[in-house]
């Protein structure tokens, strides 16, 4: 018996990065190429939230919103192919993310300077009411 399995198309990373505008809006989630520009307008962020992400990789803007199981269903009709698999490490993100804290020398301004403005600026309001009475 032979099998009805449709053929994967296949998107090249430069593919993809053509469809960056309203015009032709091409987004990447999780190695799945999407053509959302029917669904600009009807999008409920606005459109710019997509044209922001077309033409690159929207996994981490899609994930972080936290869509509907409705919004991942809908998402199956604008399905036009895979990212090449040649392409797939372009967006692979980072096992061990890096981290950057700020030291301590950042914060003086919080420290002392921001309250001592603060203090002059209540001493001298106060002297100015006080010395109209």
Not at 66 to 75: F, Y
Not at 119 to 133: C, E, H, K
Request: charged residues 25%; proline residues 3%; contains cysteine.
């Amino acid at each position: 018996m032979a099998e009805n399995k449709e053929e994967v198309k296949y998107y090249r990373l430069e593919e993809l990065k053509q469809h960056c505008n309203g015009n032709s809006a091409w987004i990447h989630i999780n190695n799945h190429i999407y053509d959302v520009t029917n669904f600009l307008d009807q999008h409920p962020g606005g459109e710019e939230v997509l044209i922001e992400q077309a033409g690159g990789d929207a996994t981490e803007a899609f994930e972080d919103v936290g869509h509907s199981k409705d919004a991942h269903e809908m998402k199956k009709q604008y399905l036009i192919g895979e990212l090449h698999p040649d392409d797939r490490d372009a967006f692979q993100t980072l096992k061990n993310p890096v981290v950057v804290t700020e030291t301590s020398e950042s914060s003086w301004w919080y420290g002392w300077i921001i309250p001592a403005i603060a203090g002059v600026t209540a001493a001298f309001w106060y002297r100015v009411f006080v010395a109209d009475q």
